[in-house]
Nanobody, 123 residues
Framework: QVQLVESGGGLVQTGGSLRLSCAAS?????GGWFRQAPGKEREFVAS????????DYSDSVKGRFTISRDNVKNTVYLQMNSLKPEDTAIYYC???????????????????WGQGTQVTVSS
């Protein structure tokens, strides 16, 4: 059983930056970030292949967020720049088996989830 521990959330002003980290207790393959705002469903944010073969983003964060990973440290990162109030949500990291870029957008494909970290962007 792999455990995921997220860190790096917090309160930031519009236009600011945050870096989220997701440390896994063991080796994982596909890595993803999802977020859930109050009253909304959990939505896909970004995903990355184990070997860096792809990095995929939702349209709402493309160009502002960057997903990366360090396989030696079993850690996936999400660098978030130019943050907007609509980015406010609980951010969850997820890990799973090797997934295609399309399947990696689906919550159900992931085996492991972190506890979530709050990101709040003030206007």
């Amino acid at each position: 059983q792999v455990q995921l521990v997220e860190s790096g959330g917090g309160l930031v002003q519009t236009g600011g930056s945050l870096r989220l980290s997701c440390a896994a207790s063991g080796r994982t393959f596909s890595g993803g970030w999802f977020r859930q705002a109050p009253g909304k469903e959990r939505e896909f944010v970004a995903s990355i292949a184990y070997n860096g073969g792809y990095a995929d983003y939702s349209d709402s964060v493309k160009g502002r967020f960057t997903i990366s990973r360090d396989n030696v440290k079993n850690t996936v990162y999400l660098q978030m720049n130019s943050l907007k109030p609509e980015d406010t949500a609980i951010y969850y990291c997820a890990a799973g088996p090797p997934l295609s870029i399309g399947l990696a957008r689906q919550r159900s494909r992931y085996n492991y989830w972190g506890q979530g970290t709050q990101v709040t962007v003030s206007s």
